[in-house]
């Protein structure tokens, strides 16, 4: 149901209309997953594909309809191909991290080392804050010469790591400014559109949640994990202004 004050009807989720439809839509991806479409059709009676694909097209009517975005595809796979860049890449930072650590032990220059190439940032990354993942690649990239390469190689560390992560920081900076660039909202939301909003929000919010119940029964976090909206909706934006809802837009006219 949508909140209101004063008459006026508010949003119900955090995050912009487009950040938000976007997504739904990397959560029913998920939900829609061969093997993990069997196996949530099979522990809910009143779910069927059919359903599950009347979800994913409420979403797409939302960005037509009430936002005026013609390229939610588009959307949506830079957003889905953005989220897959960075779930590729964090185990290798983590593996490159791991090594340094225990390779340059020794001389203590294991800190040095790391802060160079942008790790001090890494509590953020590792709470899958997009913005600091994107710097620390930016930091690698620059500051990961001939030089310091081949002394990390000398010490033990496969050159792929070097290379791969690299190649990585290349497809999160071009995804990043793909998927920005279609995530700008076409038009002023009204309140009917606010409560056609909140409906495809709560809808596949319901099939979120007790998917993630469901998987947290059979202790497969990982999974339970990639239904998360705060988690997928901070994976997905930039900047925390892609999570806050535009106030000329949370009071509507009409």
């Known amino acids: 149901m949508s909140k209101s004050s004063n008459n006026k ?7 912009g209309d487009a950040a938000m439809l976007t997504t739904l839509a990397v959560l029913m991806g998920v939900a ?29 009517a939302a960005f037509k ?5 013609d390229n939610k595809k588009k959307q949506t796979t830079a957003s889905k191909e953005l989220y897959a860049a960075m779930e590729a890449v964090m185990p290798k930072l983590r593996s490159f991290k791991t090594q340094v650590e225990i390779d340059f032990e020794d001389d203590n220059r294991e800190a040095v080392i790391l802060s160079s190439l942008g790790f001090d940032l890494w ?33 033990g560390i496969d050159a792929s790591y070097i290379t791969d992560i690299k190649s990585y920081a290349d497809i999160i900076k071009n995804k990043n400014v793909a ?12 309140a009917d559109g606010i409560k ?15 998917a993630t119940g469901l998987y947290e029964e059979i202790k497969d976090s990982a999974t339970a994990q990639k239904f ?14 892609m999570r806050k809802v535009d106030t000329k837009k949370t009071e509507p006219k009409g």
């Open 228 to 241: 998360s909206y705060t988690k997928t909706l901070a994976t997905l934006s930039t900047n925390k202004k």
């Open 123 to 155: 509590k953020k990354v590792s709470n899958d804050n997009q913005q600091a993942l994107t710097e620390l690649l930016a930091k690698f990239t620059k500051n990961m010469d001939t030089t310091l390469q081949a002394e990390v190689v000398a010490a």
């Open 196 to 210: 056609q909003l909140n409906k495809v929000y709560s809808d596949v919010m319901k099939v979120a949640k007790i």
């Open 9 to 15: 009807v508010t949003r119900v989720y955090t995050g």
């Open 179 to 190: 998927q920005e660039e279609s995530k700008k909202d076409k038009k002023t939301v009204t």
């Open 65 to 69: 309809d009430i936002l005026g975005v």
């Open 32 to 60: 829609t997953q061969s093997s993990t479409k069997t196996f949530l059709l099979s522990k809910r009676s009143n779910w069927s594909a059919a359903y599950f694909k009347s979800l994913t097209d409420a979403i797409d």
